[in-house]
């Protein structure tokens, strides 16, 4: 986090960076909104690094020990405050989380998980606030109230969409948030608004963006090599073993080594393809790279990601598409999040995902409004949720099936 705030003093100047930093608090922040183009880039990570320290220090107060959960969320947090997150529209929906473990008896530490990943729902904080022709504080109280109303609703939410795709799509909360985001969209068009699709996408070449994610990738493939030695690189391997089905925490499963290599590996994967593809290094695809790096300790591998890439990979090609288009180039780093899939049925199961979720995915962010920035995780589940349907269906063809 530290590097971020230095990261984005260097790219700007201090003035600049903070500055824009406090205008991001009230800007849209719907998909996609990259605040590398909306505001800057040094706006854009000292965002990161301050949304980053109100998780990390959630989990301090909370005495939530480090696993591959609270590292996944930390990373995306970080990630997704790139292109949609900031402090003022995440808070009231962690608040939120922590008013419905307490009516129901929870401590905190046992939503703190739902309540990190939830701000994806931090948009529609940002939509009432910024969008719907409120002004000052009536506006901020409203998105204020809305966004705790999101938050006490998660928990719950939550729970049922475990269930309904098996573990098999590791943005859980991605889907949860979707499936609220869905009623809070048809609710504001019920009431006369029109929802813009906003594409804000930061083109401009820059050192800085292009090394970042790779620099990180090297940093935590040294840290595990040089704390884990030989053992991290068996860890490692072990790592590539498992499904990478909900909940496979590879710190607890193997080593905190073993997921840091796993996560470093991953983060150099993802940025080798961007620039395979000459595509953009911004906001959305860096806050990505993040995402799946912090996923590299919580399901996700190279030998469970690398055929649902491909099967989005080849969607992408077969219906015309480029793939350096923001859908697609979006949607080859995210679709990991179907990687369980594969890791458990196979290779051919993993390429149907990919091609699915392609499909998919470019319709689910209209449906719900944009507000849901794991719009991946939500059409992801859905893929999922039919894809084991069926295969539950197949294998049921020797027993009862009723």
């Given at each position: 986090m530290f590097s971020f705030i230095i990261t984005g003093i260097v790219a700007d100047g201090a003035s600049k960076a903070f500055g824009g930093f406090l205008d991001l608090q009230f800007q849209p922040a719907r998909l996609i909104s990259d605040?590398?183009?909306?505001?800057?880039?040094?706006?854009?990570?000292?965002?990161?690094?301050?949304?980053?320290?109100?998780?990390?220090?959630?989990?301090?107060?909370?005495?939530?020990?480090?696993?591959?959960?609270?590292?996944?969320?930390?990373?995306?947090?970080?990630?997704?405050?790139?292109?949609?997150?900031?402090?003022?529209?995440i808070i009231p929906i962690i608040i939120g989380v922590y008013i419905s473990g307490r009516l129901v008896g929870k401590s905190f530490s046992e939503y703190i998980i739902i309540a990190?990943?939830?701000?994806?729902?931090?948009?529609?904080?940002?939509?009432?606030?910024c969008e719907l022709g409120l002004s000052g504080l009536s506006a901020i109280a409203v998105?204020?109230?809305?966004?705790?109303?999101?938050?006490?609703?998660?928990?719950?939410?939550?729970?049922?969409?475990?269930?309904?795709?098996?573990?098999?799509?590791l943005y859980n909360l991605g889907l949860s948030c979707g499936f609220f985001a869905l009623f809070a969209a048809a609710l504001i068009r019920a009431g006369g608004h029109t929802f813009e699709n906003l594409m804000l996408w930061h083109t401009e070449d820059s050192l800085i963006l292009t090394f970042l994610v790779p620099v990180l990738s090297?940093?935590?493939?040294?840290?595990?090599?040089?704390?884990?030695?030989?053992?991290?690189?068996?860890?490692?391997?072990?790592i590539q073993k498992h499904s990478g089905r909900l909940p496979s925490d590879f710190m607890d499963m193997e080593s905190m080594e073993g997921a840091l290599l796993n996560a470093g590996l991953i983060g150099l994967a993802g940025s080798l393809y961007i620039l395979l593809i000459g595509g953009d290094f911004n906001g959305p695809t860096i806050g990505g790279l993040l995402t799946i790096m912090g996923f590299g300790a919580f399901g996700?591998?190279?030998?469970?990601?690398?055929?649902?890439?491909?099967?989005?990979?080849i969607a992408t090609l077969l219906f015309g598409k480029s793939l350096t288009a923001p859908?697609?180039?979006?949607?080859?780093?995210?679709?990991?999040?179907?990687?369980?899939?594969?890791?458990?049925?196979?290779?051919?199961?993993?390429?149907?995902?990919?091609?699915?979720?392609?499909v998919l995915v470019h319709q689910t962010g209209t449906w719900?409004?944009?507000?849901?920035?794991?719009?991946?995780?939500?059409?992801?589940?859905?893929t999922a949720a039919f894809i084991v349907s069926v295969i539950a269906w197949y294998r049921s063809k020797d027993s009862d099936f009723k």
């Open positions: 605040f590398m183009s909306t505001s800057s880039v040094g706006a854009s990570f000292i965002n990161a690094a301050v949304v980053g320290a109100i998780g990390l220090l959630l989990i301090v107060l909370s005495k939530v020990q480090l696993s591959g959960s609270t590292f996944a969320a930390i990373f995306t947090m970080m990630g997704f405050a790139l292109f949609g997150k900031t402090p003022v529209n990190l990943f939830g701000t994806a729902l931090g948009p529609l904080v940002s939509l009432i606030t998105g204020t109230i809305a966004g705790i109303a999101a938050g006490f609703l998660l928990p719950a939410i939550a729970v049922a969409m475990l269930h309904f795709h098996q573990g098999y799509n090297l940093i935590l493939i040294l840290t595990g090599l040089l704390s884990g030695g030989r053992k991290s690189l068996k860890d490692l391997l072990a996700t591998h190279l030998r469970n990601s690398w055929p649902v890439v491909l099967g989005v990979i859908g697609a180039i979006l949607a080859a780093i995210f679709c990991t999040t179907l990687a369980p899939l594969a890791g458990a049925f196979g290779i051919l199961t993993g390429l149907i995902a990919g091609f699915i979720h392609l719900q409004g944009g507000m849901n920035l794991y719009n991946n995780g939500f059409a992801g589940g859905l």
